[in-house]
């Protein structure tokens, strides 16, 4: 695996970093190295331009940004750099639903793109810069196989689990591990 940085994972707000912690997670468990960094889309601009139009100099490869409310971090780090932009659009408590920074992060015009995953969804984000890096290193490809390859084998011991044992007790199972949901 490369030794430098190749991922950056930013976020507009400390509050953000509940969520983008996640992606910060999964790189960990994968040993990928990358640099995090707060970037104040509106309280501090320069700081965030500068951010933008230097990473392809530091050797950045792809940039997670996870954003609130409006939401304009993704979209602004991707109208400075050539380099993909992962949007985590991330529910606030003074978001509408989220929405807002759905919207934000979706709706952007042509000509500047922005992959968006789902709310608060920085964990996939992760995983999708994973497989972008892939493309031409073998050893993140690597990485992500290994991973999908477990998810499958977790899936199908579920699934047979529930099988042989009934509902019931595969139910009451899952409550007493805390495994539910485990989709997510």
Do not use: W
């Not at 509050?15 to 501090?44: N, P, S």
């Not at 331009?49 to 230097?54: D, E, G, L, R, Y």
Request: proline share 4%; hydrophobic share 45%.
């Amino acid at each position: 695996m490369p030794a430098a940085n190749e991922i950056a994972i930013v976020m507009g707000t400390e509050a953000d970093l509940l969520v983008m912690q996640d992606a910060a997670k999964e790189l960990d468990k994968f040993g990928v190295q990358y640099e995090i960094d707060i970037l104040f889309t509106h309280k501090d601009p320069d700081r965030l331009v500068t951010f933008a139009k230097t990473a392809q100099q530091r050797k950045l490869r792809v940039i997670i940004a996870g954003a609130s409310g409006a939401a304009h971090l993704p979209g602004m780090i991707a109208a400075y750099t050539p380099i993909p932009v992962i949007g985590v659009p991330i529910k606030a408590d003074y978001s509408i639903d989220g929405l807002d920074a759905i919207y934000s992060i979706l709706q952007m015009p042509d000509g500047v793109p922005v992959a968006t995953m789902a709310l608060n969804g920085a964990k996939n984000a992760a995983l999708f810069a994973l497989q972008i890096l892939g493309c031409t290193h073998d050893s993140y490809s690597e990485l992500v196989s290994a991973y999908k390859n477990k998810i499958k084998a977790d899936a199908a011991r579920s699934a047979t689990l529930l099988s042989s044992s009934g509902y019931e007790r595969f139910t009451a199972q899952i409550q007493s591990n805390g495994t539910g949901n485990s989709n997510r």
